[in-house]
């Protein structure tokens, strides 16, 4: 848990978040995401893409008065990063119980991500690092879109870029993606 | 290998990429080996990236949270491809076909075939697991539901898959807002059925069931034009346990409709389902939802909801007939329903539909309680025949019975609303006057004679009477019936005992007003005087007092006594309790000071009025209405294009609160004239002074005072438009009914003579307009010194009557003198005049 909250620490300065963020409100937003995540996830079934903005979003209704987040692109940025790490959370935690042979995550994190999915969304996880690399911005537009479940709009306004962008960013970081994911060995 | 490009080669590959895209599939390899030509490495990246994109099935397209089975479903599969087949046994039920699948349910028709029946329903299999216990209490409170606007509960159960479902009636109907649409319906027929549907819901919470997802789509329209709700409390269902942690519910309810409680996951009440009514209302109604944000983002959408109060329906309307017809009651009833604090809310569905109701009605709606005219009409018209009975309530309290008022809460209301109009808030404006026809004129009338006639024959004690007649009185000042708010005046003051000065006071003033507003100036002169001698009277008494007896003289054309009266009053620095007499008091100071060609100190003092209708009751339209057409009045001759946008904003605020034929609306339309005129509108200023005669003739009779200004006023514009024989007649059409209408040394019949006698001067009849002139001059010097400008006009056009006649000595020193002692405004109003009067002493020639 804890070497994952580093990552996210990681992951703000890559972004160039921190001067902007606080270590006090970098806790609460990841904290927050991971509650929210968990909560929605124990609701029933609703497609998947507006459950993760409402993720999201529900932890933008918690944190609302927090004044470090009045800014909307900040937090919105902020807050897909911090899902990304929140997300990349669970499925390690989720494959490590399995390893130590427990029937499977506690019904606290069910199904926060499919289990069909965990070797996909870790990939993308460990090539961003690499496209960070090439294109600083294709991360933060997978962050939104992927991780942060955002549209094209939205993603356009937390990264105050226009959509055409985002939109360019993406067919390049996805196909980047899908190279480098089809170049990995099968578990 | 170049895996690892430089920056620039990066930047290449990437563009050459993007620009690939562009390409059909075929040409793309070609297009690379030509861009990125001798470089191999870079070309067989760029490649990779594009086979790699060719390849994409779309999966890093989901989002992580996404599922991959049947995401776009998002219903956990059940049968083939997530669905139950045509056939499918569910309980009693046969599955016939698939209706339409939302996010967490699926719906099917279904059929039932028994002995000598066939039995439709509408079959939603819900995508969720659920507590089985819970669903069977919400199943039989839900059964209990039996209303014709709502799909009734038949059936439900469990599949054997542990799915829920349930089966309702069979709706065959189009969504309420398609078929709005469809059958074009106006607003009228749109509010009728939200009626019908807010009847629905009402008895829902009657059963303490809350819908919390009502919507377009859950609501049909039969094809006999019935609303029907669908789905009652299944959001419920879906919602799992009841802990507050997971109340959170954004998910359950679909977000454009939902209410800040929900989203916020705070306790759902019956006032959710008002402020989801008051969204479809909205869109039904404007076109627009409330709350809709450019885009379609969900975070921005439930963020609009919870922080940003919904604009007046009327604002989001395209068509502008529509807007009108939503501004006023509509707005304000939509607004309420969709305040975020439930508590401001409606209490129930059951009000709302009330208040659509009393619109329809044409009756008082409680959204728009504070706006203080129009609870003045809405009292009275809702309460027409308890308006006695009401007010006594109110006075028993006031005699110290206040248990009594207590012990009648659920009268309360009406009564404070009765007292807000009893308060003598009436007596300055008349509300009755509100709709052209003349018809909500008719209802207070009709209230206060109904009130008077009842007042008669009742056996209250003698003290209420007096102060019931009082209240009367004032009211009949309201609607200018100065007579019979006289005689209730006069018989409040015979039965109020002759130490009883609390309910005396305002019986008198009553009189007095009336008495002055029958221009029965001799009778209520000596009331006021004796007021003012009063020494018992605190400050307000005494301020209220000096205004009144103020616009009384200036009424008579008693100017400078006017302006001393009116300086008797003292205000202290504004406190908004007498911050609208205080305006009032410098309204007609201003016109006063106007009237004597004081142009500076009144502007100064109608300026000061506005600002204080602007700071202290910017609410009340009427009120600023009033100030601003006194503003533009007094600015009018200085500087008219600043003027005519306060007329017309007054115009406006006039026409919208009080209808056109209120007299507020009349003259101020009348002023507006005027001021087109002097901008050289002439044919928009004649034609509206025109329409305006025949208001007033239609308002106060041909022979009124009122009459006799607009008259007079179109002569002006004739004259100005050397339209001279027009001018004349009017003139003296003008001259004849102020006439029949004023007393003989009143200022205002010197106005028509004036011109008149401009008129004639123009035409050559100089002997003719020394005559008039002479007349005038009489006329004017028992209301004004001779240093006001209207005299200084009648001595500059003698003087031009002088030299006309011959003279180029004498005359032609005074005419200039004349010239001279004229402030600068008429100077130049006249100069035209002045010019063709020296001219003809310059070069003398026959006049034309």
Same mark, same amino acid.
């Given at each position: 848990m804890n070497e994952t909250e580093s990552g996210f620490e990681r992951g703000i300065a890559e972004a160039g978040l921190s001067a902007r963020l606080g270590p006090e409100q970098r806790q609460l937003l990841y904290a927050e995401l991971k509650a929210a995540a968990r909560r929605q996830r124990r609701k029933l079934g609703a497609p998947g893409t507006l459950q993760t903005t409402a993720v999201v979003h529900e932890a933008w209704l918690r944190l609302r008065n927090h004044a470090e987040f009045v800014d909307e692109a900040h937090f919105m940025a902020s807050?897909?990063?911090?899902?990304?790490?929140?997300?990349?959370?669970?499925?390690?935690?989720?494959?490590?119980?399995?390893?130590?042979?427990?029937?499977?995550?506690?019904?606290?994190?069910?199904?926060?991500?499919?289990?069909?999915?965990?070797?996909?969304?870790?990939?993308?996880? $460990?090539?961003?690092?690499?496209?960070?690399?090439?294109?600083?911005?294709?991360?933060?537009?997978?962050?939104?879109?992927?991780?942060?479940?955002?549209?094209?709009? $939205?993603?356009?306004?937390?990264?105050?870029?226009?959509?055409?962008?985002?939109?360019?960013?993406?067919?390049?970081?996805?196909?980047?993606?899908?190279?480098?994911?089809?170049?990995?060995?099968?578990? | 290998m170049t895996d690892r490009p430089t920056p620039e080669q990066f930047i290449r590959i990437e563009a050459a990429f993007h620009d690939a895209l562009d390409l059909p599939a075929a040409q793309r390899d070609a297009f690379l080996e030509s861009v990125l030509d001798g470089e191999p490495g870079l070309c067989a990246l760029a490649r990779r990236w594009l086979r790699a994109h060719e390849n994409e099935n779309a999966s890093l397209d989901r989002p992580a949270l996404a599922r991959t089975t049947d995401a776009a479903d998002g219903s956990i599969p059940c049968g083939s491809k997530g669905g139950l087949d045509a056939g499918t046994s569910v309980g009693v039920w046969r599955i016939v076909r698939r209706l339409a699948r939302g996010g967490m349910s699926t719906v099917y028709l279904a059929q039932r075939d028994g002995p000598g029946f066939r039995q439709l329903a509408a079959l939603k299999l819900i995508a969720a697991d659920a507590d089985a216990r819970r669903f069977a209490d919400e199943r039989r409170l839900l059964a209990g539901l039996d209303h014709p606007g709502i799909a009734r509960l038949i059936d439900g159960g469990i599949t054997d898959e542990g799915r829920l479902w349930l089966a309702t009636d069979y709706v065959e109907g189009e969504p309420i807002d398609r078929y709005c649409h469809s059958h074009q319906l106006d607003i009228r027929a749109r509010v009728a059925l939200l009626i019908e549907v807010a009847a629905a819901i009402s008895y829902a919470h009657a059963h303490l069931i809350v819908h919390r997802d009502i919507k377009p789509a859950n609501i049909l329209v039969t094809s006999d034009g019935r609303a029907r709700l669908l789905d009652f409390g299944i959001a419920k269902l879906l919602e799992p346990g009841t802990e507050s942690t997971t109340r959170t519910g954004t998910l359950a309810m679909t977000p454009q409709y939902a209410a800040p409680e929900q989203i916020l996951g705070q306790a759902i009440t019956a006032q959710t389902d008002v402020h989801a009514l008051g969204v479809l209302a909205c869109e039904l109604l404007s076109g627009c939802n409330p709350f809709a944000v450019d885009g379609d983002s969900l975070i921005k959408v439930t963020r609009a909801i919870v922080d940003r109060e919904a604009p007046p329906p009327s604002s989001l309307c395209t068509d502008a007939a529509r807007a009108r017809a939503l501004r006023g009651d509509l707005d304000a009833i939509l607004l309420k329903a969709l305040r975020?604090?439930?508590?401001?809310?409606?209490?129930?569905?059951?009000? !709302?539909?009330?208040?659509?109701?009393?619109?329809?009605?044409?009756?008082?709606?409680?959204?728009?309680?504070?706006?203080?005219?129009?609870?003045?009409?809405?009292?009275?018209?809702?309460?027409?025949?308890?308006?006695?009975?009401?007010?006594?309530?109110?006075?028993?309290?006031?005699?110290?019975?206040?248990?009594?008022?207590?012990?009648?809460?659920?009268?309360?209301?009406?009564?404070?609303?009765?007292?807000?109009?009893?308060?003598?808030l009436i007596s300055d404006l008349d509300p009755g006057a509100r709709n052209s026809e003349d018809a909500g004129r008719l209802g207070l009338a009709d209230v206060l004679d109904a009130g008077r006639v009842r007042l008669a024959a009742s056996s209250l004690p003698d003290p209420l009477r007096a102060q019931l007649l009082t209240r009367l009185a004032e009211g009949y000042n309201g609607i200018v019936a100065w007579d019979k708010a006289a005689s209730s005046a006069r018989a409040?003051?015979?039965?109020?005992?002759?130490?009883?000065?609390?309910?005396?006071?305002?019986?008198?003033?009553?009189?007095?007003?009336?008495?002055?507003?029958?221009?029965?100036?001799?009778?209520a002169e000596p009331i006021y005087r004796q007021l003012e001698a009063n020494p018992d009277l605190d400050r307000a008494r005494r301020n209220q007092v000096a205004t009144d007896?103020?616009?009384?003289?200036?009424? /008579?054309?008693?100017?400078?006594?006017?302006?001393? &009266?009116?300086?008797? &009053? *003292?205000?202290?620095?504004?406190?908004? !309790?007498?911050?609208?007499?205080?305006?009032?008091?410098?309204? !007609?100071?201003?016109?006063?000071?106007?009237?004597?060609?004081?142009?500076?100190?009144?502007?100064?003092?109608?300026?000061?009025?506005?600002?204080? =209708?602007?700071?202290?009751?910017?609410?009340?339209?009427?009120?600023?209405?009033?100030?601003?057409?006194? !503003?533009?009045?007094?600015?009018?001759?200085?500087?008219?294009?600043?003027?005519?946008?306060?007329?017309?904003?007054?115009? *406006?605020?006039?026409?919208?609160?009080?209808?056109?034929?209120?007299?507020?609306?009349?003259? /101020?339309?009348?002023?507006?004239?005027?001021?087109?005129?002097?901008?050289?509108?002439?044919?928009?200023?004649?034609?509206?002074?025109?329409?305006?005669?025949? +208001?007033?003739?239609?308002?106060s009779g041909a022979d009124s005072r009122e009459v006799g200004e607009a *008259?007079?006023?179109?002569?002006?514009?004739?004259?100005?438009? *050397?339209?001279?024989?027009?001018?004349?007649?009017?003139?003296?059409?003008?001259?004849? @009914?102020?006439?029949?209408?004023?007393?003989?040394?009143?200022?205002?019949?010197?106005?028509?003579?004036?011109?008149?006698?401009?008129?004639?001067?123009?035409?050559?009849?100089?002997?003719?307009?020394?005559? @008039?002139?002479?007349?005038?001059?009489?006329?004017?010097?028992?209301?004004?010194?001779?240093?006001?400008?209207? +005299?200084?006009?009648?001595?500059?056009?003698? =003087?031009?009557?002088?030299?006309?006649?011959?003279?180029?000595?004498?005359?032609?020193?005074?005419?200039?003198?004349?010239?001279?002692?004229?402030?600068?405004d008429s100077r130049k109003r006249y100069a035209a005049e002045f010019d063709r009067a020296s001219a003809r002493c310059v070069n003398p020639s026959p006049p034309p």
């Open positions: 807050a897909a990063l911090a899902m990304r790490y929140v997300i990349i959370d669970y499925i390690r935690a989720a494959r490590a119980g399995k390893r130590a042979g427990q029937a499977g995550p506690n019904i606290e994190d069910f199904m926060l991500v499919e289990d069909a999915r965990h070797a996909e969304v870790l990939a993308v996880h $460990e090539a961003l690092g690499d496209l960070a690399a090439l294109k600083p911005r294709c991360v933060h537009v997978v962050e939104c879109r992927y991780f942060g479940g955002y549209t094209d709009a $939205e993603t356009a306004e937390a990264l105050a870029v226009d959509e055409r962008t985002v939109r360019r960013d993406w067919l390049f970081a996805r196909a980047w993606l899908r190279d480098r994911l089809d170049e990995m060995p099968r578990e | 975020k604090k439930p508590t401001d809310r409606y209490a129930s569905a059951a009000r !709302f539909a009330e208040d659509l109701q009393n619109h329809l009605a044409g009756e008082a709606v409680s959204a728009r309680r504070g706006s203080r005219s129009y609870r003045l009409v809405s009292t009275l018209r809702r309460h027409r025949w308890a308006f006695i009975a009401a007010s006594a309530i109110v006075v028993l309290a006031a005699a110290g019975l206040s248990w009594r008022l207590q012990q009648l809460t659920a009268e309360r209301d009406r009564a404070n609303a009765v007292a807000g109009f009893l308060g003598g409040a003051l015979a039965l109020a005992d002759e130490s009883d000065t609390a309910s005396r006071l305002p019986a008198t003033l009553a009189l007095a007003m009336a008495l002055s507003g029958a221009e029965r100036f001799a009778d007896y103020g616009s009384m003289l200036l009424a /008579a054309g008693r100017l400078p006594e006017a302006l001393a &009266a009116f300086d008797r &009053a *003292q205000y202290d620095p504004v406190s908004s !309790f007498d911050a609208v007499q205080q305006a009032a008091n410098l309204r !007609f100071r201003a016109t006063a000071l106007s009237r004597l060609g004081r142009t500076d100190e009144a502007i100064a003092s109608s300026r000061k009025a506005l600002e204080l =209708a602007n700071e202290y009751f910017a609410g009340d339209e009427i009120q600023r209405g009033i100030c601003e057409a006194n !503003f533009a009045a007094t600015l009018r001759d200085r500087d008219p294009e600043q003027a005519a946008p306060y007329y017309q904003s007054a115009l *406006q605020r006039f026409h919208r609160v009080l209808g056109a034929n209120h007299p507020n609306s009349i003259n /101020a339309e009348n002023n507006y004239a005027l001021v087109l005129a002097r901008l050289q509108r002439f044919g928009e200023a004649e034609a509206l002074l025109r329409a305006n005669i025949a +208001r007033r003739i239609e308002r *008259q007079q006023n179109l002569a002006a514009l004739l004259c100005d438009r *050397q339209r001279y024989d027009a001018c004349m007649t009017a003139a003296r059409e003008a001259g004849r @009914t102020l006439a029949s209408s004023l007393p003989e040394e009143h200022y205002l019949r010197a106005f028509p003579l004036l011109t008149l006698a401009g008129a004639q001067l123009a035409t050559g009849a100089a002997t003719d307009a020394r005559r @008039t002139l002479d007349r005038a001059d009489s006329i004017l010097a028992v209301a004004m010194p001779a240093d006001a400008l209207p +005299r200084k006009i009648v001595s500059a056009r003698q =003087a031009m009557v002088e030299v006309a006649l011959g003279d180029c000595g004498a005359a032609l020193d005074r005419l200039e003198a004349a010239r001279g002692a004229l402030d600068e």
